[in-house]
């Protein structure tokens, strides 16, 4: 239960720091256009891009972690892996920032 409660409140924090960075001012958020949609849209991309990603890096780093605790010998040759995987998924969590930012280009 107590996994579940903090995965919410992840999932939720995550979504308001993304809906606070993409704030509309004015007139624009009050249009009848669909922009507020769109931007909704962004705004709960960026921030399940950020918890997919935060929970893979967890994942990876305590499996890498819990591997060399068993086995210290091997640390060398779990790390390097380790810190490319980190890369490549903090790099899936960027290119869904890069494409947030064109999205809101768009609109």
Known sequence: MKR?????????SSLLVAGAAFAAEGEAAVSGDGRGWAIFGVMLG?????????????KAAAAA?????RNPGAGAKVM???IIGLALIESL??????I???????I
């Open 65 to 69: 972690l819990e591997g060399i605790a």
């Open 4 to 12: 579940v409660l903090v995965a919410l409140s992840a999932a939720v």
């Open 93 to 98: 969590v960027l290119y869904s920032w890069v």
């Open 100 to 106: 947030s930012f064109l999205l809101l280009g768009k």
């Open 46 to 58: 960026m921030g399940l891009a950020t918890f997919g990603g935060s929970l893979g890096q967890g």
């Open 80 to 82: 390097t892996p380790m």
